[in-house]
């Protein structure tokens, strides 16, 4: 039994000491600290190519000149679709000084297809099947909102969201800053 | 104890059957898919 | 070895295994590895962030919300086919939160009895379980359109212990986001680990509901408490000595955690297949 225990033990170490070792090799970019209220200064957005949901690809470094919205969300989370009105309402106020670009996590497109034309959106949707794109950004945790200003700079970022009206205040906040 | 045994036979293939089956449907993924993105509201954070 | 140390040693792996992300206590990110699909037998939060497998109870909720479109092959077969060979062995053996109840109720403190009011208040986490899990995910489903999954959000303290908590301490960000929601489920929370301390793993006997959906396999489950009616003489001190609300060894509530057959004056109280007589 002692070494049934022993044996247990050292499974479970291993294990340990290899989950550790796998996220060492995590997100080598965007290496600001997820975990803090506002990211430093200077740092830039990583850039990327991506399926767009209705056909095409959009590459986020053709927006750069705009205050950018970069939304990482899925359809079955409560708080990111329950935010997603406020993003037509942020783009009728802020017009051609914002883009929007929502990037789906690891969904199948016909359900983020449904998704979308149920609700009549229209800004730019991104299809990150494999995760590839979430992985370039700490989204462990969404809904996450990076905002980029017009120089390419992460001037802030977002975790998590309120309803649609309080997520309006908090992002024009937050694109106000970015626009200077 | 032949009932019982029946019972188990019954289950044990439901349970495979619909474990196969859901694999093949991609369930999988999406069990992943919510599991490796931490949403808020599922841990009382919102 | 003591078998009820040999319990808790395996019920300790069992815990270490399910968090075996040690690196996600030190960054404050939880495991995004493609393993992370494969269910874990009892109640352990996915958003813990050593979790390396999915809890059970909350792959269920989520995928219950897809209904009528989509049933849930996937964690519906898991749930059967672990409820068919372990039933409420998961509960005795390989479940953290359970593990957290007992060693939570060897604190000191009055100890309430068993009486005819708890096995009433068992029938508790059926309702948990049809309310919670079943109807309100299933019902919010298709009024929003996106799941809900009410258990998760509005009860589990698995999930406020071993996600919410950590997840607050090491992240910045997410202590900014803190609202109403996180003080209900800490308050809960800390009202069930105090409730442990004077009643018996009282989370997994009266609310579980992923104990409730194993209970329901404790007359066909593979392993489990037996016994012997051979050598039984119906002194029923296996049931007196029982820490839960059995009416009989290996019935629904038996957490098969084997304090009956440490006290079995007859040796007839045996553990795993049925021996046939």
């Not at chain 1, 170490?13 to 975990?35: F, Q």
Request: glycine content about 10%; some cysteine; overall charge neutral.
């Amino acid at each position: 039994m002692k070494r049934l225990f022993a044996l247990l033990l050292a499974v479970c170490m291993c294990l340990g000491i290899a989950a550790c070792g796998s996220d060492a090799e995590k997100s080598e970019v965007t290496d600001y600290d997820p975990t803090a209220v506002t990211p430093e200064p200077e740092l830039r957005y990583t850039d990327f190519t991506g399926a767009l949901l209705g056909g095409g690809e959009l590459t986020l470094s053709d927006y750069e000149g705009k205050v950018i919205l970069l939304n990482f969300w899925a359809t079955w989370c409560g708080p990111c679709v329950n935010e997603m009105p406020a993003f037509p309402r942020l783009l009728e106020k802020y017009g051609d000084d914002l883009a929007i670009i929502a990037v789906d996590l690891q969904e199948d497109s016909e359900t983020v297809a449904d998704f979308i034309a149920e609700k009549g959106y229209d800004f730019p949707v991104v299809l990150d099947a494999d995760g590839a794109i979430g992985s370039l950004y700490p989204t462990d945790g969404i809904p996450y909102t990076v905002v980029i200003a017009p120089d390419g700079t992460i001037s802030d970022t977002s975790l998590g969201a309120g309803t649609a009206e309080v997520m309006i205040e908090e992002y024009s906040a937050m694109i106000d800053a970015a626009l200077g | 104890m032949r009932k019982k045994t029946v019972l188990r036979l019954v289950l044990a293939a439901a349970g495979v059957t619909a474990l196969v089956l859901g694999l093949v449907q991609g369930q999988y993924g999406e069990t992943l898919s919510k599991a490796v993105y931490l949403c808020l509201e599922c841990v009382g954070l919102g | 070895m003591d078998r009820g140390l040999k319990r808790k040693c395996i019920q300790l792996a069992s815990a270490v295994l399910y968090n075996a992300n040690f690196a996600g206590f030190r960054d404050g990110a939880i495991w995004q590895g493609e393993g992370k699909g494969v269910c874990v037998p009892g109640l352990n939060c996915y958003s813990c962030p050593g979790a390396v497998g999915s809890c059970p109870l909350g792959a269920l909720q989520n995928a219950l919300s897809r209904l009528p479109e989509k049933l849930p092959l996937y964690v519906g077969g898991f749930i059967l086919l672990t409820g068919l060979a372990l039933g409420r062995l998961v509960c005795g053996f390989l479940c953290p939160f359970g593990l957290i109840q007992e060693l939570v109720h060897k604190l000191p403190g009055p100890k309430i009895q068993k009486s005819r009011w708890t096995r009433r208040l068992s029938w508790l986490k059926y309702i948990v379980l049809a309310l919670f899990v079943v109807a309100i995910p299933m019902c919010a489903a298709w009024a929003r359109g996106y799941p809900l999954p009410a258990f998760c959000k509005y009860i589990c303290p698995a999930g406020t212990l071993e996600g919410g908590w950590p997840l607050a301490l090491l992240r910045a960000d997410i202590r900014g986001r803190l609202g109403g929601l996180f003080c209900w489920k800490s308050a809960l929370c800390v009202a069930i680990l105090l409730s442990c301390v004077f009643c018996y793993r009282s989370f997994c006997r009266f609310l579980c509901p992923l104990g409730a959906i194993y209970s329901l396999f404790a007359r066909v489950a593979l392993l489990a408490m037996r016994v012997d009616k051979t050598l039984c003489d119906n002194c029923g001190l296996c049931v007196k000595k029982c820490p839960v609300d059995v009416c009989r060894v290996g019935d629904r509530e038996c957490v098969q955690c084997g304090a009956c057959r440490a006290v079995c004056p007859k040796n007839a109280i045996y553990f795993g297949k049925e021996r046939r007589t």
